[in-house]
């Protein structure tokens, strides 16, 4: 009897969802505490694999190691070859690829505005940041099975190999622009990127996060070289 | 033999798609591929199954007058312990999911079944009629991958079948297909096993 009344009393639902929330929350928390060691040490060394990815072809053609052979030693070859650096006026990160004091190419990172929300990416760059080697995108929110394509493989090989930076000596230097082609139109030049069908605002939102991207990384470098 | 029952009806009997309508964003959103059918769909068996099991526990205390709120705190539970799990330990596939994981939570199955069922049933039961209800729910939208997948990538689980002759539909890839092939099941389900008149 007495049970039943305090189950009718405004009360009761109050305190029944109070130790609920505790409950399935304490059972999260914990959870979350338990795996957050190893969700971060895969978090930290995907990256890692990711830059000694981008970073493997310029250093195979250095030391003659082949890129397969770089990976599998990770990560003894990632604290062989590269090193975090920073370029002044920057915020992105940097990382160069350095073999007997010199740096043979540069990876950093980029980010920009998808169509739902922010994209993050790694750009490889030859060591004058004139050529782009390669880019990776590990981190964005595209639609998926349309825009979320942008991560496939096929995509991302386009922009191996692209002489990126226009030089003229009257206006200065300037970055190429990327050309948007329909996805399976054979490319005539390496500027022409064929677009993720069904997807044109993605797509057209990588493009434009490497343009501004790779202009402010180029400028910020060629005014350190001048110093 | 009840057991079988429960499953049955909520399998196909009562297939939450094609007889009662829920379920139908993500039937459209994520069925342009069938890895990602399939990966949905073992999300929402699992989580039906659990929070279908956890409400029925639950039922005799929880207040009728917050029960939703109950329910779902039980299944956004769930969908983010296989969250987590998934990320500490099958780290390479939850990078594949990426946001579907957290979808499930929106899936108005996992409250219809919670609100219509397992408030009611017993516990087993009630876990019986949640894999049941997800199995039903996989099925369909493992047919609309199959037919999006084929005619708008050429290829059936990632894996090419068609050669290089096909060309592959836009259409299929992006949204209208689905609402077409969906509707189109809906409509042949009907007529052909329950005689709805047209």
Redesign the interface.
């Known amino acids: 009897m007495n049970n039943s009344s305090f ?1 009718d009393s405004n009360i ?2 109050i305190l ?2 109070l130790v ?2 505790m409950f ?1 929350v304490g ?2 928390a914990t ?2 505490r338990g ?1 957050e060691k ?2 971060d040490e ?1 978090n930290r060394n ?1 990256y890692q694999k990711l830059v000694l990815d981008l970073l493997s072809e310029s250093i195979s053609d250095k030391t003659g190691i082949s890129p397969d052979d770089i990976m599998g030693n990770y990560p003894k070859s990632y604290g062989n070859y590269v090193k975090e650096s920073t370029l002044p006026g920057l915020n992105n990160r940097i990382f160069a690829a350095v073999i007997d004091s010199e740096t043979i190419g540069y990876c950093v990172e980029i980010k920009g505005k998808g169509l739902w929300g922010s994209m993050k990416a790694l750009v490889a760059l030859s060591s004058d940041m004139k050529n782009l080697k390669g880019l990776s995108i590990f981190e964005q ?1 595209e ?4 825009g ?1 394509r942008i991560g496939e493989e096929w995509f991302l090989t386009q922009f191996r190999d692209i002489r990126i930076v226009k030089e003229d000596r009257v206006a200065g230097d300037y970055l190429n622009s990327f050309e948007l082609i329909p996805e ?1 139109k054979q490319a005539d030049n390496p500027l022409q990127i064929q677009q993720v ?2 997807a044109t605002i993605t797509t057209a939102s990588v493009t434009k996060m490497l343009r501004d991207e790779l202009n402010s990384i180029y400028h910020a470098f060629k005014g350190q070289a001048k110093l | 033999m009840k057991l079988k029952e429960i499953f049955v009806t909520s399998a196909f009997r009562e297939n939450s798609v094609w007889r009662q309508i829920l379920g139908i964003c993500s039937a459209l ?2 069925t ?2 069938m890895m ?1 059918s399939l990966i949905m769909g073992l999300g929402v068996i699992f989580s039906l199954a659990l929070s279908g099991f956890t409400i029925s526990l ?1 039922r005799n ?3 009728r ?2 029960r939703m ?2 329910q779902t ?2 299944i956004a ?1 769930y969908v ?2 296989v969250d ?2 998934l ?3 099958l ?1 390479d596939i939850s990078k594949q999911l ?3 994981v957290g979808l499930i939570i929106t899936n108005c199955i996992l409250m219809g079944r919670a609100e219509a069922f397992a408030s009611q049933n017993k516990p087993f039961e009630s876990m019986i009629d949640g894999i049941g209800a997800g199995l039903g729910y996989t099925l369909v939208l493992l047919v609309i991958g199959f037919i999006r997948e084929l005619f708008g990538f050429g290829s059936i689980f990632g894996i090419k079948v068609l050669g290089a002759w096909w060309t ?1 539909w ?1 259409i299929m ?2 949204a209208p297909s689905a609402f077409f092939i969906l509707a189109l099941l809906i409509w042949f389900i009907n007529v052909k096993y329950y005689k709805a008149k047209v």
């Open positions: 189950k009761y639902p029944f969802m609920t929330c399935f059972i999260l959870m979350y795996s190893r969700i895969y995907s929110m639609t998926p099975g349309l979320a399976g069908t069904g | 959103a994520v342009n591929l990602n639950l205390w929880t207040p007058s917050v709120m109950v705190l039980v539970s983010i312990m987590i799990f990320k500490a330990y780290p990426g946001p579907y592959n836009s890839v992006m």
